[in-house]
């Protein structure tokens, strides 16, 4: 390792991943059956949730990452709540090898998103009427091993 003055290694070319900014681009909570659906229930609503993530890059070094968060609970007529969730970030990436990229922006930057996304939907189902809804935490690596063999096999096959 090179030493600087200080005696220290020279940081200024080691990995990074920086968090440049954090936001809510788009936020929908419907509760189409109010006030009925606000009635005590017998039942535990079918939930069903969906997760995507998108990026594009802004600059050299920055990339915009989207995790979007869909959620229905219950059922077609019977809908307690529905809701939608697009949370953003610009992260910036230097001293990484190119073919790392990738993976860094598809699973450690919605990593580093999911936390916050998870407590929008959490208050915004608790302001519908509901209990708050906390998501399990989501393995991104996972998700992103499967879209990779995804989109393999029409290659493949």
């Known amino acids: 390792m090179a030493d600087t003055n200080g005696g220290g290694p020279d940081m200024a070319d080691a990995p990074g991943l920086t968090v440049l900014a954090q936001y809510t681009k788009d936020l929908s909570f419907e509760n189409p059956n109010a006030p009925r659906s606000l009635t005590p229930q017998d039942q ?8 995507n993530v998108n990026a594009k890059q802004l600059s050299e070094a920055e990339f915009e990452v989207e995790l979007t968060l869909e959620g229905t609970a219950g059922e077609e007529a019977s809908v307690f709540f529905k809701f939608e969730l697009c949370y953003a970030g610009v992260f910036r990436i230097k001293n990484v ?49 499967q879209r990779v063999s995804e989109l393999q096999k029409p290659a493949t096959a």
């Open 44 to 51: 535990n609503p079918n939930i069903q949730i969906q997760v």
């Open 97 to 145: 090898p190119e073919q790392e990229v990738h993976p860094i922006i598809m699973i450690e930057c919605p990593r580093l998103l999911f936390p916050f996304a998870r407590q929008i939907v959490a208050e915004a189902v608790r302001g519908g009427g509901f209990p708050p809804l906390l998501i399990d935490p989501i393995d991104f690596h996972l998700l992103y091993r």
